[in-house]
């Protein structure tokens, strides 16, 4: 069974929008239950609002760990502006129980047993996926490095004998110098590289055969809804496409039409997957 590894966050829309059940794994987990894909979540949240989350993940049943998943304290939140142009605004990060991350033997277990693991990199799951090591070099792990802010190409080199597949959400430039150099890095090390520039294309290294990105043109779409989910959406939907014969063409559309898809919603999921709806 694949599992997902990640923070489960508090989505607070400003200036007076609704508080909903956010994080990158828990948008996936959504979308692949909505495929019929079966998964795994091993996540945090704390004790001040468990309910808001667990009655999402019963709703559209996610399975997730019951006897770890929640823990005494905050649970991660952030604060999400929608601009006029659809795009989100994200500010005022709060940790919460995942400053302090440390998994169980059990989900230690769980991840070692997995046949597929995706991770969101966060701090706490780069932490955990570097003390883990080779104990995860069995299943098959991809990971999603946010917009690469955080990250050096030194923590990079670190990471890439740990995983197989990467998604880069790319905000810059195509020009921009860093890239070379994170391309560089995952050809030599052979491992696979999706990168998201949002409507202006899709780059795809497989660095098994060969340095240069393949280029892949989206047809843009009007934003009716936002952008938030645009990349959850479509890493999801790559993801469950990719898998089973590691198709990348088949993939990239997939993940394509899912992340246009995702523009005509008013947040990360469709209305009808919160409780307001």
């Not at 490095?145 to 923590?155: A, P, V, Y």
């Not at 740990?162 to 998604?167: E, G, P, R, S, V």
């Not at 391309?183 to 590289?193: E, G, N, P, S, V």
Request: proline share 8%; glycine share 8%.
């Amino acid at each position: 069974m694949p599992v997902l590894f990640g923070p489960a966050s508090l989505d607070i829309y400003q200036p007076s929008g609704p508080v909903l059940p956010g994080g990158g794994c828990v948008n996936i987990a959504y979308h692949w239950r909505q495929l019929g894909v079966p998964g795994s979540l091993l996540t945090r949240i704390g004790d001040d609002r468990p309910q808001l989350f667990l009655d999402f993940f019963d709703d559209h049943d996610i399975a997730y760990q019951a006897d770890t998943i929640t823990v005494p304290g905050q649970t991660a939140a952030i604060e999400i502006t929608i601009r006029p142009d659809g795009q989100p605004w994200m500010d005022h990060f709060v940790p919460g129980v995942w400053r302090d991350l440390q998994l169980s033997k059990k989900e230690e277990a769980l991840l070692a047993q997995s046949e597929m693991i995706h991770m969101v990199l966060v701090e706490p799951v780069i932490r955990e996926l570097v003390r883990l090591g080779e104990q995860l070099q069995r299943p098959f792990i991809s990971a999603d490095f946010l917009d690469f802010r955080h990250l050096t190409l030194e923590r990079l080199e670190q990471l890439l004998p740990l995983i197989d597949l990467a998604f880069l959400g790319w905000p810059g430039r195509s020009n921009d110098p860093l890239l070379p150099g994170i391309i560089d890095l995952f050809a030599t090390y052979k491992k696979r590289l999706v990168v998201t520039m949002g409507a202006r294309s899709v780059w795809v290294i497989d660095a098994r055969q060969g340095r240069q990105p393949r280029r892949f043109p989206v047809r843009p779409v009007a934003v009716r809804g936002t952008t938030i989910g645009c990349g959850d959406a479509f890493a999801a939907h790559f993801l469950a496409a990719y898998w089973p014969h590691q198709q990348i063409d088949e993939a990239v559309t997939a993940g394509m039409a899912a992340g246009a898809a995702a523009t005509r919603w008013r947040y990360p999921l469709p209305d009808s997957a919160y409780k307001f709806a």
